[in-house]
């Protein structure tokens, strides 16, 4: 309940190449099931592009963007 009036949701994991876009389309399926086509698709679901690995090589070190970021952990 609490993304059901958000305009917008993005949904992650490392890569996004497996458990984010199953969990995207996992509450897609869902949101349509409780709400219905029409007032499902007034909002927009995302899967963040190269997930969190390439999210904090681009933004890890902006606060304002990325809360809690330790850079070491994502060193090589």
Do not use: N
């Given at each position: 309940n609490s993304l059901r009036d958000k305009e917008k949701v993005v949904f992650h994991c490392a890569l996004?190449?497996?458990?984010?876009?199953?969990?995207?389309?996992?509450?897609?399926?869902?949101?349509?099931?409780?709400?219905?086509?029409?007032?499902?698709?007034?909002?927009t679901v995302f899967v963040l592009d190269g997930g969190f690995v390439r999210w904090q090589e681009k933004y890890g070190e902006d606060q304002r963007l990325t809360q809690g970021y330790v850079k070491d952990i994502w060193e090589d």
């Open positions: 996004s190449q497996e458990r984010g876009p199953s969990a995207a389309l996992k509450y897609i399926r869902e949101r349509e099931q409780v709400l219905g086509k029409e007032e499902s698709a007034k909002q």
